[in-house]
C-alpha cells in the first residue's frame, strides 16, 4: 500500500504543493524581521525538518491514519453506503493543508537564508514554482557561498 503512493506523493510535494503555497509564503516572506538571517548548517536543518514533517504528514494523512477514529464511510438510511463528509475534511486538512504550511514555512526559511548571503529575500518566492521550487530550495542547501561580515560587525 505505501509503494503505491511515493509516487502520488512525490508528484504531489513537487507540483501542486509549491503553487498553493505562494498564499501563505508572500505572508511569511512578507512579515520577517529586518535582522533575520539564517546560516548554511541552520537553514539545512530547518528545512530538512520542514520537508520531512511534510512528506510524513501527507503518507499518514493519506493511509488515513490521522482522522482519529472518524470512519471513513458511513451506512445512509437507504443502506447504501456513502464517504463521511467529516472524515473528508480531516483528509484534506492532514493531507494537503499542512504540508502547504510547512512548504510555505520551507520557503520562508529560504528568504531569511537569501537574505543573510546578501540578496533579495523575495527571490525566495522562486521556490513556489512547480518542479523548478523544490529544486531551488535543496540547492540553497548545498550553496556554499555565504555572506561576507564586515570587521565592524565582529
Known sequence: ??????????????VPIPPVSLLFSFFFVLFIKYNSKLWRSEYQNKLA?????????????????????????????????????????????????????????????????IKGMGYNRFLSLFGCLPVIGPVLLIWLAFTIREREVNADEN
Open 49 to 113: 525538518i520542514c520537508l520531512a514533517l511534510a512528506i510524513l504528514t501527507m503518507l499518514v494523512g493519506r493511509l488515513g491514519w490521522l482522522t482519529f477514529g472518524v470512519p471513513p464511510y458511513i451506512e445512509a438510511i437507504s443502506g447504501e453506503v456513502q464517504q463521511n463528509p467529516s472524515a473528508q475534511i480531516i483528509y484534506q486538512l492532514t493531507a494537503q493543508f499542512i504540508p502547504t504550511v510547512l512548504y510555505a514555512t520551507g520557503v520562508s526559511l529560504a528568504a531569511k537564508r
Open 1 to 14: 500500500m505505501i509503494e503505491n503512493m511515493v509516487f502520488p506523493i512525490f508528484i504531489f510535494l513537487i
